[in-house]
T-cell receptor, first 112, second 114 residues
């Protein structure tokens, strides 16, 4: 059974700092990995999707990497801003069109 | 573009009542997912459909829960009878199976059973 773990559970940083969120998964036979953002009382917004054959994806200040063989992914946020404050969730899917298995999330607070 | 639309946004009802949650997926998507989010257990898949057919319902807690997808543009999740432990946020998501595209989530239904 696939298990996804995210470290740290919570992170508080001053504005402008670069930061890394970590995600690990137990079964390396994944189809893709997604990073989501969730604001309080809201749904999930997809930030980045990395296919199993890819090593990284970038969108603006966000960069996600994937090391499938070791079961790890990182989300790098450059020059953090207070508006980045949210919970970040990592999830994997094992075949096309199948379920996402989620980690517990990292709650990020960026202080002005 | 219209995203995944869920209704109602909030539902408060008494224990024992029937609850029906509704979802309209993104047009053209052929996979639909129902997830439940709680503080204790995080986000868990309840059931998902491909081309309107239920594929995996192993996450449905018990017989009190049922889900249907009568057509490609509508799905329901029903709880009968409801219990306080069913209180959670229920999310619907959709995607296009066969592509490496992300799942898109609705804003969720916050359900409180008194």
């Amino acid at each position: 059974k696939q298990e996804v773990t995210q470290i740290p559970a919570a992170l508080s940083v001053p504005e402008g700092e670069n930061l890394v969120l970590n995600c690990s998964f137990t079964d390396s036979a994944i189809y893709n990995l997604q990073w989501f953002r969730q604001d309080p009382g809201k749904g999930l917004t997809s930030l980045l999707l990395i296919q199993s054959s890819q090593r990284e994806q970038t969108s603006g200040r966000l960069n996600a990497s994937l090391d499938k063989s070791s079961g790890r992914s990182t989300l790098y946020i450059a020059a953090s801003q207070p508006g980045d404050s949210a919970t970040y969730l990592c999830a994997v899917t094992e075949t096309s069109g199948s379920r996402l298995t989620f980690g517990e999330g990292t709650q990020l607070t960026v202080n002005p | 573009d219209a995203g995944v639309i869920q209704s109602p946004r909030h539902e408060v009802t008494e224990m024992g009542q029937e609850v029906t949650l509704r979802c309209k997926p993104i047009s053209g998507h052929n996979s639909l997912f129902w997830y439940r989010q709680t503080m204790m257990r995080g986000l868990e898949l309840l059931i998902y459909f491909n081309n309107n057919v239920p594929i995996d319902d192993s996450g449905m807690p018990e017989d009190r829960f049922s889900a249907k997808m009568p057509n490609a543009s509508f799905s329901t999740l029903k709880i009968q009878p409801s219990e306080p432990r069913d209180s959670a946020v229920y999310f619907c998501a959709s995607s296009f199976r066969g592509s490496n595209q992300p799942q898109h989530f609705g804003d969720g239904t916050r359900l409180s059973i008194l």
